[in-house]
Nanobody, 124 residues
């Protein structure tokens, strides 16, 4: 069984930064590609960023490209999302997700395991 626990969310002013972490328990973390998604009130869950199992390949939604950075530490079974230049439009619950490595995935339906989410609120 794979469990994912996000942390690092909170309230920040526009222009500020936050770093989200997702700790993954269970076997074979390094065999999973990882993704970050977010869901704002009244909206569908959307792709934010993904990273392959080695950390050598990443992908971002256009809305966060250049501001957010995804990374992972396979020794610590953890994936991170560094968020800079935050905007009120980034306010959402942020989720990490895992899928057995098969090429970077962007669809929520592709991911098998999900965390409970962490709230990020950006004030103007």
């Amino acid at each position: 069984q794979v469990q994912l626990v996000e942390s690092g969310g909170g309230l920040v002013q526009a222009g500020g930064s936050l770093r989200l972490s997702c700790a993954v328990s269970g076997r074979s973390f390094s065999s999973y590609d990882m993704g970050w998604f977010r869901q704002a009130p009244g909206k569908e869950r959307e792709f934010v960023a993904a990273i392959n199992r080695s950390g050598g390949s990443t992908s971002y939604a256009n809305s966060v490209k250049g501001r957010f950075a995804i990374s992972r530490d396979n020794a610590k079974n953890t994936v991170y999302l560094q968020m800079n230049s935050l905007e009120p439009e980034d306010t959402a619950v942020y989720y990490c997700a895992a899928v057995s490595s098969s090429g970077l995935q962007y669809r929520t339906s592709a991911y098998r395991y999900w965390g409970q989410g962490t709230q990020v609120t950006v004030s103007s």
